[in-house]
């Protein structure tokens, strides 16, 4: 792999398909079943686990975490290039994206934010001044300007349950990033999570997508 910063790596992608999953520092997260494996069955066991996870974590931890992540992906290139950048509002148990905000705004850089629509996200423009409206799941949404042109974001940062080192992701189960990154043609996607969430392996299914970089 080749390293961008502390905490920040360009992984190559490798092949899902071992028996254990564990965190980074070797805890054992769970056993992952091979035998009549599901996919769906095992993420939904996983997400399960991380839950009990993030909440074995104060506030105050996750807070001091999130701000020592959201440093490590202001020092790579990508973010630094990067001008049309999309974010997330976070919710209490994923990483902070504050300082991310408030980063972007003082290097011009133009902001989006995904909105729930249905099954799907659409993207609006968010700046310090735009109002902030309750979306689905409780989770804020900008009242800004509709993006209908999804090839100018260079930089997509992604929430996520838990990742791999080789890039996979996994999500709350909706589906909505799988089905929106895909249109963002021309923008790395950067996974974001706490160094707890990078796991050795994760169940993996054909329409889950990849990650170019994940920094915890």
Known sequence: DEEIG???HLF???????EWA???DGSEVGELEYENFNAASAKKTLRQQMRRLKASYTAAELASMSEDVERRLLHTPFWQ???NVLLYSA???EVST???LSSAWHEGKTVWLPVVVGDNLILRSCSSS???????FGISEPDGELLTDLSIIDLAVVPGMAFTSDGLRLGRGRGYYDRLLPRLVQARHIGLCFPFQLLREIPCECHDRRMCCVVC
Do not use: C, H, I, N
């Not at 190559?12 to 071992?18: E, I, L, R």
């Not at 735009?130 to 689905?136: F, I, Q, S």
């Open 6 to 8: 502390a905490g920040a």
């Open 12 to 18: 190559d992608v490798d092949k899902f398909g071992a």
């Open 22 to 24: 564990y965190t980074m």
């Open 81 to 83: 290039q990067a001008r």
């Open 91 to 93: 919710l209490p148990d």
């Open 98 to 100: 504050s300082l991310l």
């Open 130 to 136: 735009t109002p902030m409206l309750e979306g689905a």
